[in-house]
């Protein structure tokens, strides 16, 4: 064992200059979002870089950009990313994001992360066998829309006036917004769609309600929307409204129920991914994935400050309770 | 460098070494294989056992918990109690995606699910579903693999409730799931499980991406034959996996499922231990490899050294160095092979020593030799360069023989028939050149000749006084005291000698006397050279005078002087002599008719007479060569004449010789010279074959002579005839005209009528006398011709004019024998010139012949030009006449000698008269015809013809 030691060391000796020598190789990573919003999940990503032996600053460069929700830009910065000539590029943060790299490039290889179905979407047709240069993971988080309005009247089973707060912009919503009015139907609920596809948006169309009778609030899987979650959980709180978001970070933020994928785990995924990408794997042969687990996250603290009493099944079915 | 013994002992060693240990590292490791190879194979069946254990209990587990709602009172339950418990069911188990309840009939009455909204009382029929109804009938319902999305594995798990009441419960599984299980089960290093369901499509892999893709595990041949087979365990299978390496797998079936755990290691991996106690025996090869090359190199060393020093030491005494001796000590055989090359050593210089002086010896030798035989080639150099002259030769001779016979002096000798006398010599000797000796057996050379032996005397001054004391008298007059003679030898005969003389007494060598031999050999060879060479110039000039000769001979046929004078040139030229004469025979004198040389010649009128008393009479006289050497030398009375001759002209020897005609002197051929001395035998000779050929000059001039008197009497002879014939034909004719007229004038009754009778008679006269005179007329004419009498009256004439004139003559014959006659004459025709009257009579001539041999037809004249000439043509269609005689019609006195001809008459002068007469004229006469047809004679005649042609001959 010591003498293949020896040699394990003598060969590594040999390669060691050599891989100095070469440029490491490089990551462009773009995100629709912000540091602030966003900064575990690319150490998500740079975990998820590591289980495939590659480790930031070490033998690989990450290029990072972020777009700060302004994803007007996102397209700039893909191609200004693309100048220095990454290996592989990741596109997350957003739907819209992945579209963009796949319109910037044909040729590097580009790993999304779509929020919502990547075949209804356009980024790609088929899941198990992803054409061109692509390949990524998707959330899945608008198919849970409708899901989380029976969560919300699970909640608060007297609520009939529901906002429900969306990004016109974001094509998976629009996909699936049919399924969720039919969703409010059968749930006897009366939905109020705030659309808000810009930062001031969100305030006009959250100060838009005041006056109003609303009883719940709902946000949308949206990457945009999430960006903002602040404003959006101030707004909730100021207005004492009852409400269900599509990421745990808005509860753990103080939001009152989320309920979805656990994101941290899908930009794992997407790590995963480049780092297999990086080691000469073809996007084509590496499948769209898909989350596995969904959490519900119950904050009883602000249904505390809400005045609500937090029904026995909804507390059985959370996978997590913030006290 | 070569490969010494040095490499060849380690080389041994170290093969001999790795061999073994090579035998030892392949058996050991092939041991470790097999070994490592079994207890892989265990281990592999074992984790093969234990991956389908875990994946079984997974879906167990689940069908375990979905069992705590799965009693038949459950179906009670309210709506509320039942969903609270589902979504505890599914908190517990986070791979159930969906639960559905379906009742005792089938019916959906509630269903809560992580995705969509919960469901209650649909009351949609799903009794028809396996699901549902295998449930019911065996409790439990494992369904078949199916992938949402075609690309996550679900699978449908069912529960019965129980009871009469209790309906089903449905869970949809998230086999993505298993992951977690699968990606725990650790096989070695690189080892891994995965999981295929019945129809061969993966369900779990520790790459999930695979399982996204659906991916058909059919293709590997152990997935195939796994399922293929019935049993439940399989045996361990050497295989490839999806990515192609060798692996190493093993599975389990897991029956409820119909699913098939398998397990599998890189092959490699499994190699490992073997490759570790592979890199261990290398080690263990290479120390041996060190080791036994150490011990190599030390023993090599020791035997090594000695053999070195061996190897040294033979070089340097190889190198020449031999006085060398070589210094080993070990006390075994080397040493002694040591000493054996230091005993070989001292008896290769010992012999080298001898070889030294032998090769010295055998050196000056050749050295000798090739000395001799330069003086050979030297020699034979000076003998092909002076082919002539032997005298260069015999110098050269003799200089060798001096240089190489050690000798003081050396002389050649040559024989003159009884003396010998010298030739040439080389040394500082007296020598006695040109003096004659006699041939005896009392000198040393003359000894050799007689005897034709090599004759040796080492000391003259001990030979006997009495029979050697003429080369005594020599030795002591000429100072030298040893002599050496070789006899030069030509067909057996001495024809001289070589001698070696030495001032000092002493015995020459036997070399030095093969060498003098052999110097007498070449000297032979020399002198029979020059002999040869100049028998054959002498031959090639003989044959070139004769030559000469002849060649005047054939220039000069009518005179015998210019060929005897050549003769006498060459006589000169080829006997060697001065002056040559060559007399003829007159009756009983003779005469100087040819002189070439100095000396007075008798003068070409004088005449002597034929007597014995000098050189050319007497060979006259006796018919052979007469030889006086020494005139004054010979009897004043008999050699009278001779003597007063030679004293006269100046000469001392003479030689003559006879020239021989059927047995008859008719002349001599003699040489003269002022000093007296026998001409030699080959002059002799010579001068013999001179007289010959002046013989057969003088007897062809004479021939000659006579044959042109002979035919210049004949021609005269011939003239006589013709002239004869002219005269005798004027002769005959002047009475005949007498006779014709006479009788012409009795015919015409000048002399009164006349009977009938004699009228009848007198015409017959008259008629065979123009006959007569016709003969004698043409006789006169050719008469003339022959004798160059006859000459054209040249003047200016008219064809047509000749050509109606002949036809006005000729009318008359050819109206009465009834054949056509016509002329042709091309217009403008110029007037020609010449003898007008002779061609109208070779016209006449042949009009008249024609018409005589044509009996039925025409006879037509036709006159042209052409170039310079006329064409006369006389055209018939008479008998013809034969080719063969076509050109005998032309000789005179010639007809065509057939019965018609002869009855025709004539003379048979006519057309040899024409021919004459067209030829005096410069033209040609022709005849073209064929037998039955008729003929064409054709004169040809210049237009103008030269004034006064002589006649012809």
């Known amino acids: 064992m010591k003498r293949r030691a020896l040699l394990a060391s003598v060969a590594a000796a040999g390669i060691a200059p050599q891989t100095r020598a070469q440029a490491l190789p490089r990551i462009a990573y773009v995100s629709g979002r912000s540091q602030a919003t966003d900064g575990h999940l690319l150490a998500a990503f740079k975990e998820g870089l590591?289980?495939?032996?590659?480790?930031?600053?070490?033998?690989?460069?990450?290029?990072?950009?972020?777009?700060?929700?302004?994803?007007?830009?996102?397209?700039s910065l893909v191609t200004e990313l693309i100048a220095t000539k990454p290996d592989v590029i990741a596109a997350v943060g957003g739907n819209t994001v992945g579209l963009d790299a796949r319109k910037a490039t044909s040729t590097i290889p580009v790993v999304f992360g779509a929020g919502s179905d990547p075949t209804q979407i356009g980024l790609v047709t088929n899941l198990s066998r992803p054409e061109a240069n692509l390949t990524g993971m998707t959330l899945w988080a608008n198919e849970l829309d409708a899901k989380r309005l029976e969560l919300l009247r699970t909640v608060v089973p007297a609520a009939r006036n529901v906002a429900l707060l969306m990004n016109p912009r974001n094509p998976g919503v629009t996909v699936e917004i049919e399924h969720v009015r039919e969703a409010a139907k059968t749930l006897d609920l009366a939905l109020r769609i705030l659309e808000a596809e810009t930062s001031s948006g969100i305030d006009r169309a959250l100060q838009g309600t005041t006056g109003d009778k609303l009883d719940a609030l709902a946000v949308v899987a949206d990457s945009f929307l999430i960006n903002y979650r602040a404003r959006i959980l101030d707004f909730a709180a100021a207005r004492k409204l009852p409400a269900i978001y599509p990421s745990r970070e808005f509860v753990t933020d103080g939001g009152l129920v989320s309920y979805g994928t656990r994101w941290a785990d899908m930009y794992r995924i997407v790590g995963n991914y480049a780092g297999r990408i990086l080691k000469g794997a073809k996007p084509g042969d590496l499948p769209i994935q898909r989350p596995n687990t969904y959490e519900l996250l119950i904050n009883l603290k602000t249904a505390r400050a809400l005045g609500l009493t937090v029904p026995a099944i909804m507390l059985a079915r959370a996978d997590e309770v913030l006290e | 460098m070569k490969r010494g013994l040095f490499f060849k002992y380690v080389m041994a060693f170290v093969g001999l070494v790795t061999l073994v240990l090579v035998i030892n590292a392949a058996l050991d490791l092939s041991f470790v294989y097999q070994d490592n190879r079994r207890a892989s194979i265990d281990v592999q069946r074992e984790k093969a056992e234990a991956a389908s254990q875990k994946v079984e209990s997974f879906v167990r587990e689940i069908e375990h918990q979905i069992g705590w709602v799965a009693y038949p009172q459950w179906a009670a339950l309210p709506v509320e109690q039942r969903r609270f418990e589902y979504v505890?069911?599914?908190?517990?188990?986070?791979?159930?995606?969906?639960?559905?309840?379906?009742?005792?009939?089938?019916?959906?009455?509630?269903?809560?699910?992580?995705?969509?909204?919960?469901?209650?009382?649909?009351?949609?029929?799903?009794?028809?579903?396996?699901?549902?109804?295998?449930?019911?009938?065996?409790?439990?319902y494992f369904g078949p693999v199916y992938y949402r999305k075609e690309s996550e594995p679900y699978l449908s798990m069912a529960v019965a409730h129980g009871g009469r009441t209790g309906g089903v419960t449905v869970a949809e599984i998230n086999l993505k799931l298993i992951l977690d299980v699968i990606t725990q089960i650790k096989v070695g290093k690189d080892g891994y499980a995965y999981v295929v369901d019945s129809q061969g499509r993966l369900i779990a892999h520790p790459d999930i991406s695979l399982v996204l893709r659906g991916t058909d595990m059919n293709r590997l041949a152990q997935v195939a034959q796994a399922r293929a087979s019935?049993?439940?365990?399989?045996?361990?299978?050497?295989?490839?996996?999806?990515?192609?390496?060798?692996?190493?797998?093993?599975?389990?079936?897991?029956?409820?499922?119909?699913?098939?755990v398998f397990v599998e290691l890189p092959s490699n991996e499994v190699l490992q231990p073997v490759i570790n106690s592979g890199l261990r025996d290398l080690a263990l090869l290479a120390l041996g490899l060190l080791i036994a090359g150490a011990a190599a190199a030390w023993l090599a060393r020791r035997m090594l050294v000695p053999i070195r020093a061996l190897q040294a030491g033979a070089q340097r005494i190889g190198d020449g160095d031999l006085g060398h001796r070589i210094s080993i000590k070990s006390g075994d055989e080397l040493e002694a092979l040591a000493d054996q090359f230091n005993r070989s050593a001292g008896a290769l210089q010992e012999s080298y020593e001898t070889l030294e002086q032998r090769v010295d010896d055998r050196t000056a030798e050749l050295r000798e030799s090739l000395d001799q035989q330069t003086a050979t080639a030297d020699i034979l150099h000076v003998i092909s360069s002076s082919p002539t002259d032997v005298q260069p030769v015999l110098n050269a001779v003799v200089k060798a023989a001096v240089r190489f016979c050690g000798a003081t002096d050396a002389v050649i000798l040559m024989r003159q028939a009884e003396e010998w006398s010298g030739v040439a010599h080389e040394g500082p000797l007296v020598s006695a050149i040109g003096t004659a000796f006699p041939l005896n057996r009392e000198t040393a050379p003359g000894r050799s000749m007689v005897d034709r032996q090599t004759v040796h005397y080492p000391d003259i001054r001990s030979l006997d006084a009495v029979e050697h004391a003429s080369e005594r008298a020599h030795a002591e007059r000429m100072s030298f005291n040893a002599v050496l003679c070789a006899p030069l030898l030509r067909d057996g005969t001495a024809i001289g000698a070589i001698a070696l003389r030495r001032r000092e007494a002493g015995a020459f060598t036997p070399r030095q006397i093969e060498l003098l031999e052999s110097f007498a050999a070449q000297a032979v060879i020399a002198i029979q050279n020059v002999r040869l060479f100049t028998e054959l110039r002498e031959s090639l000039e003989q044959q070139t005078a004769t030559g000469e000769i002849l060649e005047v001979i054939s220039q000069s046929p009518t005179d015998v002087a210019p060929v005897l004078t050549a003769v006498a040139k060459a006589a000169v030229r080829f006997c060697g002599a001065e002056d040559a004469v060559i007399a003829i025979r007159y009756g009983d004198f003779w005469g100087a008719v040819a002189h070439e040389g100095p000396l007075t010649a008798l003068p070409p009128e004088a005449r002597l007479p034929i007597t014995r008393e000098t050189a050319p009479g007497r060979a006259m006289a006796d018919g052979v060569t007469a030889h006086l050497p020494d005139i004054e030398a010979l009897d004043p009375v008999e050699f009278a004449a001779a003597h007063r001759m030679g004293k006269e002209m100046g000469f001392r020897a003479a030689l003559g010789a006879p020239m021989m005609r059927e047995g008859v002197a008719i002349g001599a051929i003699a040489l003269r010279r002022p000093e007296p001395g026998p001409f030699t035998?080959?002059?002799?000779?010579?001068?013999?074959?001179?007289?010959?050929?002046?013989?057969?000059?003088?007897?062809?001039?004479?021939?000659?002579?006579?044959?042109?008197?002979?035919?210049?009497?004949?021609?005269?002879?011939s003239q006589h005839k013709s002239q004869f014939l002219a005269n005798m034909s004027h002769e005959l004719r002047t009475p005949l005209n007498a006779i014709l007229g006479y009788t012409e004038m009795m015919v015409d009754g000048l002399y009164g009528s006349l009977p009938e009778k004699a009228s009848t008679t007198l015409e017959r006269v008259q008629s065979n006398g123009k006959h007569l005179l016709g003969l004698i007329n043409d006789v006169l004419d050719l008469a003339k011709i022959e004798a160059g009498q006859l000459v054209l009256a040249v003047e200016p004439y008219v064809v047509g004019d000749m050509v109606t004139t002949v036809l006005s003559a000729t009318e008359s014959l050819a109206r009465t024998k009834g054949i056509g006659l016509s002329a042709t004459v091309a217009p403008g025709l110029p007037s020609g010139t010449g003898d007008a009257r002779r061609l109208t009579q070779v016209l006449l001539n042949l009009v008249g012949n024609a018409i005589k041999f044509t009996d039925k037809g025409s006879v037509e004249v036709r006159a042209a030009q052409a170039g310079d000439t006329f064409e006369l043509s006389v055209v018939d269609t008479g008998f013809g006449i034969a080719?063969?005689?076509?050109?005998?019609i032309f000789e005179e006195f010639q007809q065509v000698d057939n019965t018609s001809t002869r009855k025709k008459g004539g003379t048979g002068l006519g057309l040899s008269i024409s021919r004459k007469i067209v030829e005096l004229h410069g033209g040609a006469i022709t005849v073209e015809s064929e037998i039955g047809k008729g003929s064409t004679f054709k004169v040809t005649i210049p237009v103008h013809v030269a004034a006064a042609k002589e006649a012809a001959q």
């Open chain 2, 230 to 260: 019935e049993a439940s365990t399989q045996q361990v299978a050497q295989a490839r996996d999806l990515s192609g390496r060798d692996v190493l797998s093993a599975h389990a079936e897991i029956p409820a499922l119909k699913w098939i």
């Open chain 2, 88 to 140: 505890r069911l599914q908190r517990q188990v986070p791979a159930i995606t969906e639960l559905t309840q379906l009742d005792r009939n089938g019916h959906e009455q509630l269903k809560v699910s992580r995705l969509s909204m919960d469901v209650v009382g649909s009351d949609i029929d799903r009794s028809a579903e396996p699901a549902f109804t295998e449930a019911i009938a065996n409790k439990v």
């Open chain 2, 681 to 717: 035998a080959r002059q002799i000779e010579l001068l013999e074959a001179f007289a010959a050929q002046a013989v057969i000059a003088i007897e062809n001039v004479r021939l000659f002579t006579e044959i042109q008197e002979k035919s210049r009497q004949l021609e005269i002879a």
């Open chain 1, 50 to 75: 590591k289980t495939t032996g590659y480790i930031d600053g070490q033998n690989v460069t990450i290029d990072v950009r972020w777009a700060d929700g302004h994803y007007d830009r996102v397209f």
């Open chain 2, 883 to 888: 080719p063969e005689d076509q050109k005998k």
